[in-house]
Each structure stands twice: as C-alpha cells, then as structure tokens.
C-alpha cells in the first residue's frame, strides 16, 4: 500500500546545474500538487497537475520552474541553472480529485541543496 | 503577512502534560487540515475539519474548528514523547473557487520530554 513516493530524497547541486525531481502520487490519485518549503517559512503552493494538463501553476517562478505529469511515469519538477536561493525542500502531494471535499497526502519530499 | 498564524511557536512538555496550540486566521477557510511533520519527512495528515463547531477526537487528540470556521485548535492530553514533532495547519481560503490550494501556517514544533 505505497503512498506518495518523491526522488531522490536529497539532492545536490552546483549553481547552474539542472534539477529534476520526481513524484509518483498514490495509488488511485491522479491530482499531484507541489509545495516548496524554505528554511524557516511554512509550505508554499506551487503548481497543481492532472495527467497531462497543468491546471494551476500560479506558484510557480516565473522563470527556471517547470513542472509536468505525462501519461506515463511520475510527475517531473524541473529547475534549470540552479541558485542558492533554490536551496529547499520541495514536497509533492497528491488526491484522488480535485474538486469538493478532498484530501492530500504528502510525500517524504526531496532536499534541494546548491552549492 | 501569514494568512494562518499557529501559535505558540514552540512548545516544551514534560510527558504526562496537557497542551493546546492553535491556528488562527481573519480569513474565512471552507476547510482547515491537522498535519504533523517529523524531521526530514512530509507532513503527515491527521484530520480535517469542515463544519464551523466541528470538534473531532483522535485518541488523545481533540481537534475543534472555530464556529465562524476562522480558527481552529488541536488539544493533546497526557502527551507523549511519541507526539513530538511538528504541527502545521493548512486550509483553502474562502467558501468557493479554488479548492486545492493549500495555505500552511508555520507550525507549533512540539517537544514532549520523558
């Protein structure tokens, strides 16, 4: 009974490098939300996901963020030419709809560390 | 300017104790959420809350949401060192629209000691 499953755990990168993390939502969901939580701040919204479709992605930069949820395989946050200010722990969430009453389980998430 | 504000923001306890911490907002919320963390994990959801007056019980945690559904509180009895962590509300601002996306406050990390 897996939950919501986040790759890698921790990452590591030099600025100017590519980020990619990976999110496989719980069984049966097919919503996929991703959050960002900076040192000494409380989560922040980023983008929300169905399959294939990105519905909301108000939370996102403007620039360098990217995100997606193909057909097939996990859901992709991209951060190209990382920054120090980069540096965090980004959680992925996911529900089995979006709409009325519903709920959102949260992965283990991925730490994001520039250097 | 922190749309849910969680205070006290730590909390130091001798196992056997009582504690309260809460969750306030001058927004309306058409749901709010109980998540705690542990360090280096995602925030583990423990109950949501809906209707203004709502008090919900989970073996030694009472969770109540505000009746104006503005506030809410969560009440441990007798905590243990197992309940150490960190307790972050979330709700979606408003009585419509967009109902996904979530608003954290900044937590109460709770530390029971034995």
């Known amino acids: 009974n897996a939950g919501v499953m986040q790759n890698p755990r921790h990452l590591v990168r030099r600025r100017g490098q590519e980020a990619r993390l990976r999110c496989s939502p719980m069984?049966?969901?097919?919503?996929v939300y991703w959050y960002r939580q900076l040192p000494e701040e409380g989560l922040k919204f980023m983008v929300y996901?169905?399959?294939?479709?990105?519905?909301?992605e108000s939370g996102m930069p403007k620039e360098r963020f990217s995100a997606e949820f193909p057909k097939e395989g996990p859901s992709i946050l991209r951060i190209q030419q990382v920054v120090r200010g980069d540096s965090a722990a980004y959680f992925c969430?996911?529900?089995?709809?979006?709409?009325?009453?519903?709920?959102?389980?949260f992965g283990p998430g991925t730490r994001l560390t520039v250097t | 300017t922190q749309l849910l504000e969680q205070s006290p923001q730590f909390l130091s306890i001798q196992e056997g104790e009582n504690l309260t911490v809460y969750c306030n907002s001058s927004?309306?919320?058409?749901?709010l959420q109980w998540y705690r963390q542990e360090p280096g994990e995602g925030p583990v959801l423990l109950v949501t809350?809906?209707?203004?007056?709502e008090v919900k019980k989970l073996k030694r945690l009472t969770f109540q949401f505000g009746d104006a559904r503005k506030d809410s509180s969560l009440h441990i009895t007798a905590a243990q060192p197992g309940d150490t962590g960190l307790y972050l509300c979330?709700?979606?601002?408003?009585?419509?629209?967009?109902?996904?996306?979530?608003?954290f406050g900044k937590g109460t990390l709770l530390t029971v000691n034995p």
């Open positions: 969430a996911s529900s089995a709809r979006g709409q009325g009453k519903y709920e959102q389980y």
């Open positions: 979330a709700g979606v601002p408003g009585s419509g629209g967009s109902n996904y996306k979530l608003t």
């Open positions: 069984k049966g969901h097919s919503h």
């Open positions: 996901l169905q399959k294939e479709n990105i519905i909301d």
């Open positions: 809350v809906v209707t203004g007056g």
């Open positions: 927004s309306v919320f058409s749901s």
